[in-house]
C-alpha cells in the first residue's frame, strides 16, 4: 500500500473515531503504533471527553425513541457543545430533535444544523465519509496545525470545523478545509481560545533533554 493512501486510510479511521462516532473506539494499530495514545493531545479535560461521548450516545439513543427511522441525525459533541448535522422530514421534526438532544445531562450548547430533506443516500455519505478523510489528511500534513485538537464532520459537501483552537488555528484550518476538493462550504462551531492559553496547553519540554 502506497504511504499517501495508507495515511488516508488511517485518517478516515480516526475521523471515524474522533470526527463524532457514536461508538467509542478502541486503540488503532497502524504500523506497530497504538494510536489510542491521541487522546493525550485533545484540549479537553478527559472528564469533558467522557461527558462527550456520554453525550453523543444519550442523544441518538434519545432521537432514535422518539423519531425513529423517519430521521438521519448525527451528534457530534465537542467540549459539552453538540452539533446536529443530518436530515428531518419537516420543521417540526427539527425541533424536535434539538429539544430532545438539549435535555441530555451535560449538554451546554446545541447547534442545530438539520436541513428539512430527505434521508442521504448511502452514496452521499461514503462521499462525505471521503471528504472528511481528505480534510484530516491535508491538516496532519500541514506543519503549523495540531490536526486532532480539531474534530471534523461533513454533511451534503458542507464541512464543519470543531475544537478549541486559536484564531490562527481556526483560519489556517479553514483555509485547508476550503481548498479540500469536495468541499462546498465550511462552517465553523469552534471555541477560541488564547496564543498564551494554548501555550499553557502545549506539553513542556524536558529539561534534561533541552540540556543535551
Do not use: W
Request: aromatic share 2%.
Amino acid at each position: 500500500m502506497k504511504f499517501a493512501t495508507r495515511k488516508l486510510v488511517t485518517v478516515l479511521a480516526l475521523t471515524a473515531c474522533l470526527g463524532g462516532s457514536l461508538v467509542a473506539c478502541a486503540p488503532i494499530i497502524v504500523g506497530g503504533a497504538v494510536m489510542g495514545s491521541l487522546i493525550a493531545t485533545d484540549r479537553r479535560t478527559p472528564g469533558t471527553q467522557i461527558e462527550d461521548e456520554g453525550i453523543e450516545l444519550h442523544a441518538a439513543s434519545g432521537v432514535r425513541a422518539n423519531l425513529g427511522d423517519r430521521v438521519h441525525v448525527n451528534v457530534t459533541s465537542y467540549n459539552r457543545q453538540v452539533l446536529l448535522t443530518g436530515e428531518v422530514p419537516s420543521a417540526q421534526d427539527k425541533q424536535l430533535v434539538e429539544q430532545v438532544v438539549t435535555k441530555v445531562e451535560n449538554v451546554r450548547a446545541v447547534v442545530n444544523e438539520l436541513k428539512i430533506l430527505g434521508n442521504a443516500t448511502l452514496t452521499q455519505r461514503a462521499s462525505d465519509a471521503l471528504v472528511t478523510g481528505r480534510v484530516k489528511a491535508s491538516m496532519v500534513d500541514a506543519k503549523d496545525l495540531y490536526a486532532n485538537s480539531f474534530k471534523v464532520v461533513t454533511e451534503s459537501g458542507t464541512t464543519y470545523l470543531m475544537g478549541r483552537v486559536t484564531q490562527r488555528e481556526a483560519n489556517r484550518a479553514t483555509d485547508i478545509a476550503r481548498g479540500t476538493d469536495g468541499v462546498q462550504k465550511v462552517v465553523r462551531v469552534l471555541e477560541l481560545i488564547s496564543e498564551d492559553e494554548l501555550a499553557n496547553m502545549l506539553p513542556k519540554p524536558d529539561p534534561v533533554e533541552t540540556k543535551k
